[in-house]
């Protein structure tokens, strides 16, 4: 049984860091949640888990393509949350070229532009996948997709969909593979309700989301084709970003249907 001090924890560990996700293209799901979904995209390498964890999902230990039995202790050094579930994957990223994502001509398009908060992008991605989306772009200097916090916000929609990293100069192609693209904005001049009873969202649509902290970067709510912002009826100041990506996301997929 594996300890903290085998080689394979060791090395395992290590993709608790970018660089290390990045240079290896590797990087660990945590959770029952996300190992099943992660093994029926295919993108498991290898499973770790403690023998009790193993024992009551023996269903997913099953499918496992390499199964090592780690001790209490292996399995915490693995986790990044405070009561881990006692399965830890090694997966392999899978990130898609934007040529190829919009090949399969995507109508709803979610598109993180330099979002720090892993939490947040993880929300962002799981509610796009529930409102249909096919395709999630993380653009410019976002978080990184495959980050702990990020995987386990995106409760296994990160098998789901599309994941593409591209640069901030997106817009273009996205237009250009007859998306609209709906830049958010406290100050748009148009609004969520206004478009959708006007018939605008059943249109392809990108919808670009920015940091709750700055917001989008002036050239992509330049180049977008509508600055939207979401309409607040009572006194709070604003949405936080994955209340507000829920809304304009939802308010596409109920026109597109």
Known sequence: MFT???PRIVAARRLQRRRDRDQSGRFLAEGPQAVREALAAGAVLELFGTPAALERHADLAAQAPELSPVTDDALAALAETVHPQGLVAVCEQNDVPIGEALAKNPRLVAVV??????GNAGTVLRTADAAGAGMVVFAGDAVDPYNGKCVR???GSLFHVDVVRSPLGVVELLQDSGLQVLATSGTGEDDVDSLL???QLA???AWLFGSEAHGLPADLLSAADRRVRVPIYGGAE???LAAAAAVCLY???RAQR
């Open 4 to 6: 903290p001090r085998t």
């Open 113 to 118: 532009a330099e979002i720090r908060d892993p």
């Open 153 to 155: 916000s995106s409760a």
């Open 197 to 199: 009873d006007g018939g």
């Open 203 to 205: 249109l392809p649509t």
């Open 238 to 240: 604003s949405l936080n």
């Open 251 to 253: 308010a596409s997929a």
